[in-house]
């Protein structure tokens, strides 16, 4: 549970992201989510914030847990929404209906793979995107947060 005296970041996962590591590393890279989780604490301590890391293969949680970051006053929202980033006109809209800070995050570069990928309904209301970097998107997109640069 993350300190609650501190700026609260949520990073939410979406489906098949608890796979890393194993799934398509070619891809995705092996870097595990519990690593990411890893990285992103360490960092978040040198920032002065505090991270709540979630997965889910649920498009409905994900949801969920946009209106509770905005709810709980995080400060902003890192999402990988996953395979949902091109077909959740739901995470669209939860997006847009909070006034948190939304960022999206991918791995790989989604614009290099296949046509169905490069729409990203996430985009649509995210405050900046970064892909293409591996793990260290994760970390980009926190200092993005923290900082202001957007």
């Given at each position: ?60 949680m994900l949801v969920d847990w946009l209106h509770e ?82």
């Amino acid at each position: 549970m993350p300190d609650a005296k501190l700026p609260t970041i949520y990073v939410l996962n979406g489906p098949n992201l608890n796979l890393l590591g194993l799934r398509e590393p070619e891809i995705y890279g092996d870097v595990t989510l519990d690593e990411i989780a890893t990285m992103l604490e360490d960092r978040a301590r040198d920032l002065g914030c505090a991270i709540d890391m979630r997965q889910t293969n649920h498009e409905g949680m994900l949801v969920d847990w946009l209106h509770e970051a905005q709810a709980h006053g995080a400060r902003a929202v890192l999402i990988n929404a996953g395979a949902y980033t091109h077909t959740s006109i739901a995470l669209l809209d939860a997006a847009r209906a909070i006034q948190t800070p939304v960022f999206e995050v991918h791995l790989s570069d989604p614009k290099t793979r296949e046509p169905f990928r490069h729409l990203s309904y996430i985009g649509m209301a995210a405050a900046a995107c970064f892909q293409g970097h591996g793990a260290k998107s994760y970390l980009l997109a926190l200092d993005a947060a923290m900082h202001g640069d957007f």
